[in-house]
């Protein structure tokens, strides 16, 4: 069973700030997806990472693939009220087969 | 586009009851799955399904039942209902972008089920 780790499990910050979350594995994930999913509601795909080393962006969110795709990284930069939510990071070899982790819970503090 | 609805959005059952989870999509996506999430837990993967006809477990399968007879239809049926069933439950579906690796995931709004 592959396994990913997220760090920090909680975060909460001042609007402004900056962060960054990471997701880690001992296994080699073919792609690599983000979740945000606000209570409530079901997770909503955020981004698809494919490539080791690559590197999304979306509006303020940049998404990094490690080299090695045995890890991934989410920054969010000047963060705002609305991205308070619980970021989960998934992978798999397929869309339909995805393992989970345990997420982080950010909170962004007016 | 409706996207994928799960219901009913909320439900009590007394050890030992059985029921059925609906999830429908409208997207004609070849791909769905059931995950139930539990507190600290993540999600994790009861079942799925790559086509109609075709189903397989996932990591936590035991107690639940599937089936896929169409495209748009995966209901999750629990058997016997155990207090350990308590969980939210996420429908999801997907399908491969031709050409690419890229695909697309959508989740329902999830069945919050308690078992007592």
């Known amino acids: 069973t592959q396994l990913l780790e997220q760090s920090p499990q909680f975060l909460s910050i001042q609007e402004g700030e900056n962060l960054t979350v990471y997701c880690n594995s001992s296994?080699?994930?073919?792609?690599l997806q983000w979740y945000r999913q606000e209570p409530g509601e079901g997770p909503v795909l955020l981004v698809t990472?494919?490539?080791?080393?690559e590197v999304k962006k979306l509006k303020r969110l940049t998404f990094q693939f490690g080299d090695a795709r045995k890890d991934s990284s989410l920054h969010i930069t000047a963060a705002q009220p609305g991205d308070t939510g619980l970021y989960l990071c998934?992978?798999?070899?397929?869309?339909?087969?995805?393992?989970f982790g345990k997420g982080t819970k950010l909170s962004v503090i007016p | 586009n409706a996207g994928v609805t799960q219901t009913p959005k909320f439900q009590v059952l007394k050890t030992g009851q059985s029921m059925t989870l609906q999830c429908a999509q409208d997207?004609?996506?070849?791909?769905m799955s059931w995950y139930r999430q539990d507190p600290g837990m993540g999600l994790r993967l009861i079942h799925y399904?790559?086509?109609?006809?075709?189903?397989d477990q996932g990591e936590v399968p035991n107690g639940y039942n599937v089936s896929r007879s169409t495209t748009e239809d995966f209901p999750l049926r629990l058997l016997s209902a155990a207090p350990s069933q308590t969980s939210v439950y996420f429908c999801?579906?997907?399908?491969?972008?031709?050409?690419?690796?890229?695909?697309?995931?959508?989740f329902g709004p999830g069945t919050r089920l308690l078992v007592l």
């Open positions: 999801a579906s997907s399908y491969l972008l031709s050409d690419s690796r890229q695909e697309t995931q959508y």
């Open positions: 296994s080699v994930f073919s792609s």
């Open positions: 990472v494919v490539t080791g080393g």
């Open positions: 998934a992978g798999g070899r397929e869309s339909y087969q995805l393992t």
């Open positions: 997207m004609n996506h070849e791909y």
């Open positions: 399904s790559v086509g109609a006809g075709i189903t």
